[in-house]
């Protein structure tokens, strides 16, 4: 029995040792801009007329990797398909494990280990998730756990995504880390919510609870939202006015989930896109948040 005990626990060990090997190799490069001419820009394009989705290089694939750009995703999560096709390490921590997306659903996710993925000037190698992604077109969902190692910004006119750039024009707005996730104060129909800066959302998401003072008459129109964890079921309504630092919206489109998808932490998410905004950028140094 003590044998048996001690090979246990020494093969606990050994793996605990090897899993640490390979978190201490997996630490991300980023080269910085030399000045603010020479920036590290990447160019995107939109998916379904919202998502941002760039090119990168990885290591054994024949093509270029299709990558979403998503800050609303605290994890990186590579889809399953190409973790098999590249033969992804596997870290051994208990195997498939169930984590909750960001509306609250849950998917079925491993720990990989992503190496070599070539983002700009950036060469990145780090642990992540592998799961189920339910766009066939996107082969990584870069999260924060990536994009938040240097500042980000968003050009929607150029279609350009810079990393580790200055930015002096905008409203400044402070956000703050919650869970993880970068949430800022958005005003709505006159109440003021606590948002996830989500670039991966099609438009304003908001909890049933928090936005009770609306009314029982708006929302009428029942859809299916698409996100990183499926879809669900919400509702529709288009609200007349809503702002964030001083910039004013008109015509807002907004998708109402149903409580039991509620996070107490937040109020819901946004999509810079989806209100017009021409630029954005974060500055997770000083946590501000610039609009334009």
Same mark, same amino acid.
């Given at each position: 029995?003590?044998?048996?005990?001690?090979?246990?626990?020494?093969?606990?060990?050994?793996?605990?040792?090897?899993?640490?090997? @390979?978190?201490?190799?997996?630490?991300?490069?980023?080269?910085?801009?030399?000045?603010?001419?020479?920036?590290?820009?990447? #160019?995107?394009?939109?998916?379904?007329?919202?998502?941002?989705?760039?090119?990168?290089?990885?290591?054994?694939?024949?093509?270029?990797?299709?990558?979403?750009?998503?800050?609303?995703?605290?994890?990186?999560?590579?889809?399953?398909?190409?973790?098999?096709?590249? =033969?992804?390490?596997?870290? =051994?921590?208990?195997?498939?494990?169930?984590?909750?997306?960001?509306?609250?659903?849950?998917?079925?996710?491993?720990?990989?280990?992503?190496?070599?993925?070539?983002?700009?000037?950036?060469? @990145? =190698?780090?642990?992540?998730?592998?799961?189920?992604? #339910?766009?066939?077109?996107?082969?990584?969902?870069?999260?924060?756990?990536?994009?938040?190692?240097?500042?980000?910004?968003?050009?929607?006119?150029?279609?350009?995504?810079?990393?580790?750039?200055?930015?002096?024009?905008?409203?400044?707005? #402070?956000?703050?880390?919650?869970?993880?996730?970068?949430?800022?104060?958005?005003?709505?129909?006159?109440?003021?919510?606590?948002?996830?800066?989500?670039?991966?959302?099609?438009?304003?998401?908001?909890?049933?609870?928090?936005?009770?003072?609306?009314?029982?008459?708006?929302?009428?129109?029942?859809?299916? *939202?698409?996100?990183?964890?499926?879809?669900?079921?919400?509702?529709?309504?288009?609200?007349?006015?809503?702002?964030?630092?001083?910039?004013?919206?008109?015509?807002?489109?907004?998708?109402?989930?149903?409580?039991?998808? =509620?996070? #107490?932490?937040?109020?819901?998410?946004?999509?810079?896109?989806? *209100?017009?905004?021409?630029?954005?950028?974060?500055?997770?140094?000083?946590?501000?948040?610039?609009?334009?």
């Amino acid at each position: 029995m003590r044998t048996t005990k001690t090979n246990r626990r020494s093969s606990r060990v050994l793996l605990m040792v090897f899993n640490l090997a @390979i978190l201490i190799q997996l630490i991300p490069s980023y080269a910085a801009p030399a000045d603010d001419q020479d920036p590290d820009e990447v #160019p995107f394009e939109f998916l379904q007329g919202h998502l941002i989705i760039v090119k990168a290089f990885i290591p054994g694939l024949v093509r270029k990797a299709n990558l979403l750009i998503d800050t609303g995703a605290s994890v990186t999560v590579v889809n399953r398909e190409l973790a098999d096709q590249l =033969s992804l390490d596997r870290i =051994s921590d208990g195997g498939v494990g169930t984590r909750a997306s960001a509306f609250g659903a849950a998917m079925k996710v491993e720990r990989v280990v992503l190496r070599q993925l070539h983002l700009g000037r950036r060469v @990145i =190698s780090r642990p992540c998730l592998a799961g189920e992604l #339910p766009w066939k077109e996107v082969d990584i969902l870069v999260g924060l756990d990536i994009l938040r190692t240097a500042s980000l910004t968003v050009d929607y006119q150029k279609r350009k995504v810079a990393f580790g750039q200055a930015f002096a024009a905008g409203q400044r707005v #402070p956000f703050e880390i919650v869970q993880k996730l970068v949430v800022a104060p958005v005003k709505l129909h006159g109440v003021t919510l606590r948002l996830v800066v989500d670039t991966g959302a099609l438009s304003p998401v908001v909890y049933q609870k928090r936005v009770e003072a609306w009314g029982e008459a708006l929302g009428q129109k029942r859809v299916k *939202l698409v996100h990183g964890g499926g879809t669900m079921k919400a509702r529709l309504i288009t609200l007349p006015a809503g702002e964030i630092g001083k910039v004013e919206f008109a015509d807002i489109a907004v998708h109402i989930l149903p409580d039991e998808h =509620s996070n #107490p932490a937040i109020d819901g998410f946004f999509g810079p896109g989806s *209100l017009g905004l021409e630029r954005i950028h974060l500055d997770f140094e000083s946590q501000a948040f610039y609009v334009k």
